[in-house]
């Protein structure tokens, strides 16, 4: 099957290199088989993160011939141009060591935009009646299906731009919360993402959209944020 | 090499749907304790449950009852089960589905009339399962998560727990012994209580299911510290992983249940259908079943190209297949494999761990402080545990774990460790430091090779004694491999051999107690005793230390022959197909 090249960022935050290795090509081959063939055979002392294998955990997202992907479900085929693969940690993020990033500023914005169910009913109460097709719940459930990965917010050039933009991500989130008829905080999610780094930052250039693994769309989440808190604060004037 | 160290309250080990939920319960009835979560690598993104894919079972009216789900439970378990776990089980989903959607904030999938939608899995007698698509554990977990994080605990990522320290006396534990794996060095974390619920996940076999970093630590360090371990035979084997070679960790992954249901082929190298050799049932036989049929058929060579067989479903219409398994075909098709038109290699693929720590209704241990929860405790599922009964079982007993763990801290103290434990753990994780670095991936790929022939699907005696052997085998290499320790941050070929010695010693747990149960329930199929034997006379094994037991399943509920439905009720509510 031939051989890979592939150049890996390596080192910590202070310090990075970028590190050569030959790489044996399989038919069946995901970057994440490439970076473990790597620790397991070449460098053990390469740094790296996954967890499910499956694209459903989230954690083994990389930059990928510059591009943010999940690795595991990204086919070496598919990316590899000319035999060729540069792998670096995910955009945006802080580096721990050579493939693996920090995530809690990510987390941290998700609960700086109130992105976390307020209940308005308890356990002891019978669930609510919500017909799958209601308006309000399609465009919660649009969003649903977000796996927290950061591709969106690594692939976003105003998060680069400003480090305090809460991100699409975050910002998905809290749209499909706005939505959802069974949150009892709608307006306090409205007023934590209409302020300094909150909707009104993104620049509609719609990366997130593109770059998403679950082809979600954070660009509309956004925009349906932006149209929501100006009426609101319309109403208040 | 330093040690730091740590005091809290509470701390909850993982953070699954057990671990999560203990620490919301936690929370709620001790609010003014410290509570520290620690997990392996993130939050809500390592573990099983988020990997979840059928979902929830659940009893919620319509004809179904909690006395229903928990006879489903008994039977499918084989009347393993200890009874009053399988009874909370069932009766404690009902008020933790509510929660789970009007508190946590998940959407399970409705009906049109907006009534929650549920459906039959393989062995339930009612439609049972709530679900969010094919996609519940994402939905449970995120949402969970949220929750945890919008939080104020004190939360340890990427720290790894690898021995429990109890005190000098050994009549309680005092800690935990961790690893910040970030930073490279030991922390003891002192806790009046401990909540282990770190996941089983069976990944000594050469095809599993799990999360990468499930390797059974919790099992390991509750085998050190002396503690009772029940069913340690019992692995259960998802009958289609993908397989796609030795060298992807795609290969062992699951494709779901589902396509088998809907109608779904399974196909042997030669292209022709092997299962009606098997079982009336065909391609729709239970889980346990189709492994077995699909081992016959690799033992017989009749095999695919990597060595297994074919799951097909063109005959279906690809476009149909397309619409109706959106992410199993998506996932394929990422992975270079075309599920709606094509034929797609698997083989059976080990899945969910029925064994763990011997544990009371309230998830409290022999050993004081210590409570286990999710799959690392045993005896909810008994020999087989239920489609859609897993995640259940983690948030039942997570909820449970948080409550009683929250009203006894206040009676609690915190205890000093015994230093000679304290420093034999940290020298065991320091072992492969001091020796010529070697290749541990071999030694893991040597392990999942003997466990699969020996110790798998199908078992006998002489196999098993032959697995012990090169267990043994493998462990003594393990011992002689060394990890280069000039960088020890995020060392992942340290964890790797920490992982090796985890598998080794509940490997050999399982082997042994494979050998105890002389008869063939749910899981354990031994080809020299393939009957179930007499079901009054059932026993379940134990393993305390080297000594391996049998213990008789105490029917406190419900004998075998018997039914807690009332009578007239029908042997089942869900309609033919």
Same mark, same amino acid.
């Given at each position: 099957m031939g051989t890979l090249i592939v150049n890996v960022a390596r080192g910590d935050a202070t310090e990075r290199r970028s590190e050569r290795f030959e790489v044996p090509a399989y038919e069946s081959q995901t970057v994440l088989d490439v970076v473990s063939w790597i620790q397991q055979n070449a460098d053990p002392t390469l740094s790296y993160r996954f967890a499910c294998r499956v694209g459903m955990c989230g954690s083994c997202a990389m930059m990928v011939n510059g591009v943010p992907r999940w690795t595991c479900r990204t086919h070496v085929q598919k990316v590899a141009k000319g035999g060729a693969l540069q792998i670096a940690p995910l955009r945006n993020l802080p580096v721990i060591k050579d493939l693996v990033v920090d995530m809690d500023p990510f987390f941290d914005k998700w609960v700086a935009a109130k992105a976390v169910h307020h209940p308005s009913r308890g356990r002891a109460e019978p669930m609510a009646e919500i017909a799958p097709d209601e308006p309000g719940r399609v465009t919660a459930s649009a969003g649903i299906e977000c796996i927290n990965c950061a591709i969106c917010y690594a692939a976003c050039d105003t998060v680069s731009g400003s480090p305090d933009y809460l991100g699409p991500a975050a910002l998905q989130r809290a749209w499909t919360l706005v939505n959802d008829a069974k949150d009892g905080a709608r307006d306090a999610i409205l007023d934590a993402v209409s302020g300094q780094g909150g909707c009104h930052n993104c620049h509609s250039m719609g990366s997130c959209t593109t770059h998403c693994p679950n082809d979600l769309d954070p660009l509309s989440a956004i925009a349906g944020l932006k149209r929501e808190t100006m009426r609101k604060a319309l109403r208040r004037a | 090499m330093r040690l730091e160290r740590h005091? *809290?309250?509470?701390?909850?080990?993982? *953070?699954?749907?057990?671990?999560?939920?203990?620490?919301?319960?936690?929370?709620? *009835?001790?609010?003014?304790?410290?509570?520290?979560?620690?997990?392996?690598?993130?939050?809500?993104?390592?573990?099983?449950?988020?990997?979840?894919?059928?979902?929830?079972?659940?009893?919620?009216?319509?004809?179904?009852?909690?006395?229903?789900?928990?006879?489903?439970?008994?039977?499918?378990?084989?009347?393993?089960?200890?009874?009053?776990?399988?009874?909370?089980?069932?009766?404690?989903?009902?008020?933790?589905?509510?929660?789970? #959607?009007?508190?946590?904030?998940?959407?399970?999938?409705?009906?049109?009339?907006?009534?929650?939608?549920?459906?039959?899995?393989?062995?339930?007698?009612?439609?049972?399962?709530?679900?969010?698509?094919?996609?519940?554990?994402?939905?449970?977990?995120?949402?969970?998560?949220?929750?945890?994080?919008?939080?104020?605990?004190?939360?340890?990522? #990427?720290?790894?727990?690898?021995?429990?320290?109890?005190?000098?006396?050994?009549?309680?534990?005092?800690?935990?012994?961790?690893?910040?794996?970030?930073?490279?060095?030991?922390?003891?974390?002192?806790?009046?209580?401990?909540?282990?619920?770190?996941?089983?996940?069976?990944?000594?076999?050469?095809?599993?299911?799990?999360?990468?970093?499930?390797?059974?630590?919790?099992?390991?360090?509750?085998?050190?510290?002396?503690?009772?371990?029940?069913?340690? #035979?019992?692995?259960? %084997?998802?009958?289609?992983?993908?397989?796609?070679?030795?060298? *992807?960790?795609?290969?062992?992954?699951?494709? #779901?249940?589902?396509?088998?249901?809907?109608?779904?082929?399974?196909?042997?190298?030669?292209?022709?259908? %092997?299962?009606?050799?098997?079982?009336?049932?065909?391609?729709?036989?239970?889980?346990?079943?189709?492994?077995?049929?699909?081992?016959a058929e690799m033992q017989k060579s009749n095999i695919s190209p990597n060595g297994g067989v074919y799951i097909s479903m063109s005959h279906l219409g690809p476009e149909h297949v397309a619409q109706k398994f959106p992410g199993m075909v998506k996932r394929c098709a990422d992975c270079g494999f075309d599920l709606a038109a094509g034929k797609v290699e698997v083989v059976p693929t080990a899945h969910y761990f029925m064994g763990g720590v011997e544990v009371d209704v309230d998830t409290r241990t022999a050993m004081e402080g210590l409570y286990v929860a999710g799959e690392d405790a045993g005896g909810a599922h008994g020999s087989n545990r239920l489609g859609g009964n897993g995640v259940a079982n983690s948030t039942v007993y997570g909820g449970v774990a948080g409550d009683v763990i929250g009203r006894e801290v206040a009676r609690l103290s915190l205890r000093d460790p015994d230093e000679a434990v304290l420093e034999a753990e940290i020298a065991r994780a320091m072992h492969p430091l001091s020796r010529k670095p070697g290749h541990v991936q071999t030694l893991r790929n040597a392990l999942q090779e003997a466990m699969w022939e020996d110790v798998g699907v199908m078992r006998t005696q002489a196999g098993m004694a032959r697995g012990l052997a090169r267990i043994a085998e493998i462990r003594a290499e393990l011992m002689q491999t060394g990890v280069d320790a000039a960088n020890l941050a995020f060392n992942l070929t340290w964890h790797d051999w920490l992982n090796m010695a985890s598998l080794c010693d509940v490997s050999e747990v399982i082997a042994k107690a494979g050998l105890a149960r002389e008869n063939s329930r749910g899981a354990h199929f031994r080809e020299d005793f393939p009957e179930e034997g007499a079901l009054e006379a059932s026993y379940f094994t134990r393993v305390q230390g080297a000594q391996v037991t049998r213990a008789p399943v105490q029917f406190t509920i419900v004998t075998p022959g018997e039914t807690i439905l009332p009578e007239g009720e029908p042997e089942t509510l869900v309609a033919a197909p």
């Open positions: - | 005091d *809290t309250d509470i701390l909850i080990l993982g *953070t699954g749907g057990a671990g999560l939920f203990a620490a919301l319960h936690a929370q709620q *009835t001790a609010p003014d304790a410290k509570i520290t979560i620690a997990v392996k690598g993130l939050i809500g993104k390592c573990g099983c449950t988020r990997m979840v894919q059928g979902g929830y079972n659940v009893a919620l009216g319509g004809g179904d009852t909690v006395e229903r789900h928990f006879m489903d439970t008994i039977k499918g378990g084989k009347w393993l089960p200890n009874q009053d776990m399988a009874w909370r089980l069932c009766e404690q989903a009902v008020v933790r589905i509510r929660e789970l #959607e009007n508190e946590v904030g998940c959407f399970f999938d409705r009906n049109a009339d907006g009534s929650l939608h549920q459906k039959a899995f393989a062995g339930q007698t009612a439609d049972r399962t709530v679900h969010k698509g094919d996609l519940t554990g994402i939905e449970i977990i995120s949402r969970l998560m949220e929750q945890v994080l919008a939080r104020p605990l004190e939360k340890l990522q #990427e720290h790894r727990a690898i021995g429990l320290v109890p005190t000098a006396d050994g009549s309680a534990l005092a800690g935990v012994l961790m690893i910040d794996m970030r930073r490279g060095v030991f922390r003891l974390v002192r806790a009046k209580a401990v909540l282990m619920a770190t996941g089983g996940g069976p990944t000594m076999y050469k095809y599993h299911t799990p999360s990468g970093d499930k390797t059974m630590d919790g099992l390991a360090m509750a085998l050190r510290a002396g503690l009772p371990l029940r069913d340690m #035979e019992m692995v259960q %084997f998802h009958p289609t992983g993908l397989l796609a070679g030795d060298h *992807t960790r795609m290969t062992g992954t699951v494709l #779901e249940e589902g396509l088998r249901g809907a109608g779904g082929h399974l196909l042997n190298g030669a292209g022709h259908r %092997f299962m009606f050799d098997y079982d009336r049932r065909g391609d729709r036989a239970t889980r346990d079943v189709v492994s077995r049929g699909i081992y």
